[in-house]
């Protein structure tokens, strides 16, 4: 009775680690490409807010010199965030012709480690911008037009 126990539980781990299988490259390859996508109309809300805050930087909105710093490095850092995206399309390539499968694999998830950098900068620094655009109340709402005057 015993070893039946023991055979089964031997059967079902076997069962359970043949399931165990890594995502093929076209799946990770897609998870990429839908990251991309996304980040792609987060790049317009970066840009956005790095246009209202050339808007605040330039107006008499900020009182003193160390604000001012701090939204000319915040305007900095949403163009790194951008030119950082434009780097990883750039250098992104979906060509395997004579590459094997785990080639394949390993470029893709090279990729996603990439692609999610890109992303979390993105998350912080749109996260910190909205931040300083609601102290010099700048409206997400409306144009620039509207926010000037």
């Given at each position: 009775?015993?070893?039946?126990?023991?055979?089964?539980?031997?059967?079902?781990?076997?069962?359970?680690?043949a399931c165990k299988t890594e995502p093929d490259a076209q799946a990770v390859r897609k998870e990429v490409l839908n990251i991309h996508d996304k980040l792609m109309m987060d790049g317009e809300k970066v840009i956005k807010n790095k246009m209202k805050l050339d808007s605040v930087l330039?107006?008499?909105?900020?009182?003193?010199?160390?604000?001012?710093?701090?939204?000319?490095?915040?305007?900095?850092?949403?163009?790194?965030?951008?030119?950082?995206?434009?780097?990883?399309?750039?250098?992104?390539?979906?060509?395997?012709?004579?590459?094997?499968?785990?080639?394949?694999?390993?470029?893709?998830?090279?990729?996603?480690?990439?692609?999610?950098?890109?992303?979390?900068?993105?998350?912080?620094?749109?996260?910190?911008?909205?931040?300083?655009?609601?102290?010099?109340?700048?409206?997400?709402?409306?144009?620039?037009?509207?926010?000037?005057?």
């Amino acid at each position: 009775m015993k070893q039946r126990i023991i055979m089964a539980i031997g059967v079902i781990t076997c069962l359970f680690n043949a399931c165990k299988t890594e995502p093929d490259a076209q799946a990770v390859r897609k998870e990429v490409l839908n990251i991309h996508d996304k980040l792609m109309m987060d790049g317009e809300k970066v840009i956005k807010n790095k246009m209202k805050l050339d808007s605040v930087l330039k107006s008499d909105k900020i009182h003193s010199s160390s604000d001012s710093v701090k939204v000319a490095d915040l305007i900095v850092r949403l163009n790194k965030a951008d030119e950082n995206m434009m780097d990883w399309m750039h250098f992104f390539k979906d060509d395997f012709k004579g590459r094997t499968k785990q080639e394949e694999l390993d470029y893709y998830k090279s990729e996603m480690i990439k692609i999610r950098a890109v992303e979390d900068e993105y998350i912080k620094v749109t996260k910190v911008s909205d931040s300083v655009l609601k102290i010099y109340k700048v409206s997400f709402g409306k144009s620039m037009e509207h926010n000037k005057h």
